[in-house]
């Protein structure tokens, strides 16, 4: 298996973590009576119900995209601020930051797995170490925003203690033998504002008041079928 290397900015250092395997966790609402509404939504729009709460999706590793760009065909993907769980070559060697679960919203309908697939996954190059952050991890925030005809519109904003906890996501994993060793795991999203909405950019942010640090990512979305 050929493995990839990414390069994260953890206190002002630069640090390299080889990554063999990327995950993205569906379906993970702490609170099942409210993802169960969130399936129930879905599914009027076309996407079938999930076989498992949560769900495991396998992401191609070359998914993972720094480059504060996407290429995208039509006009129906969005992301989603996302929990990002990074693990290196040993139990200390953890890290968070935030990233969008960018997804194809037209194919989620057809196939979730392949509307994972045909998109990029945006994530930051700031991380926090997992040790600095796990005693205050349910006061940690989550907020994106989307780029609609020259403004920016809030799309996110929550605490991921709507996520279900860290100590949670690991026993899934565990469960689905996933070796979390040079692993990317996009862990979970937190709700909507206002439904969907697709837009030209895409910005997101982890906020730990705690600590009074912040992690931002920011990207274009540029539609292929629309170039000359």
């Known amino acids: 298996m050929k493995t990839i290397t990414l ?13 063999n395997s990327v995950y993205c966790i569906g379906y993970a609402g702490r609170n099942i009576e ?9 599914e009027k729009i076309g996407v079938p119900r999930p076989a498992e709460i949560p769900t495991l ?12 760009e996407i290429e995208v065909l039509g006009g129906e993907s969005s992301g989603e601020a996302e929990i990002v769980l990074i693990f290196g070559d040993s139990d200390d060697d953890v890290y968070i930051t935030v990233g969008s679960d960018h997804t194809d919203r037209s194919l989620e309908t057809i196939d979730i797995n392949q509307s994972k697939q045909i998109c990029d996954k945006p994530l930051a190059h700031k991380a926090w170490k997992l040790n600095d ?16 005809d020259g403004h920016w519109q809030d799309y996110q904003m929550a605490k991921i203690d709507a996520i279900i906890p860290l100590d949670d996501i690991k026993a899934f994993l565990n469960k689905k033998n996933i070796s979390m060793r040079n692993c990317v795991i996009f862990s979970g999203t937190v709700p909507l504002l206002e439904g969907f909405k697709y837009g030209s950019g895409f910005k ?12 931002h990512a920011e990207y274009a979305i540029t539609r292929l079928d629309l170039e000359a």
């Open 57 to 68: 999706y396998p992401v191609r590793r070359n998914s993972l995209n720094q480059t504060e």
């Open 204 to 215: 997101m942010a982890f906020i730990d008041n705690v600590r009074n640090d912040e992690i």
């Open 34 to 42: 409210k993802t169960m509404e969130h399936i129930d939504e879905l």
């Open 7 to 19: 390069p994260l900015t953890i206190n002002n250092e630069d640090k390299e973590i080889t990554i």
């Open 133 to 148: 952050v796990i005693d205050h991890w349910d006061d940690l925030i989550l907020t994106s925003q989307v780029y609609i």
